[in-house]
């Protein structure tokens, strides 16, 4: 069964930046797109990117814009989240996705997460 493990996650200042990462460890499934999604506290899970493995192409939620990048290391199954100017509202558990879908920003697009990595934004 597929595996997703995410790191990079911690603690930073308002304004600061971070490196997200996961790395797929079962290749064979073949999955389409791999995408994060974060949950802050007391509120739903929302979608934040995505890319898919066969072009690179990216997909970005509004508040990705302008300040997050996807990309992909397909010879390494990883995927990264490059996040700028992070705002105490970034504050969240972040999760990676996999799945196959011909959507890419919903929950149900996806078949197997991440255990989620906390990212924290101090003001």
């Known amino acids: 069964q597929a595996q997703l493990v995410e790191s990079g996650g911690g603690l930073v200042q308002a304004g600061g930046s971070l490196r997200l990462a996961c790395t797929a460890s079962?290749?064979?499934?073949?999955?389409?797109?791999l995408a994060w999604f974060r949950q802050p506290p007391g509120k739903k899970r929302e979608f934040v990117a995505a890319i898919r493995l066969i072009d690179n192409s990216p997909y970005y939620g509004h508040s990705a814009k302008g300040r997050f990048t996807i990309s992909g290391d397909s010879a390494k199954n990883t995927v990264y989240l490059r996040m700028y100017s992070l705002e105490p509202e970034d504050t969240a558990v972040y999760y990676c996705a996999a799945g196959n879908s011909d959507t890419v920003v919903r929950t149900s697009d996806y078949t197997y997460w991440g255990q989620g990595t906390q990212v924290t934004v101090s003001s």
């Open positions: 079962e290749t064979r499934l073949g999955p389409y797109t």
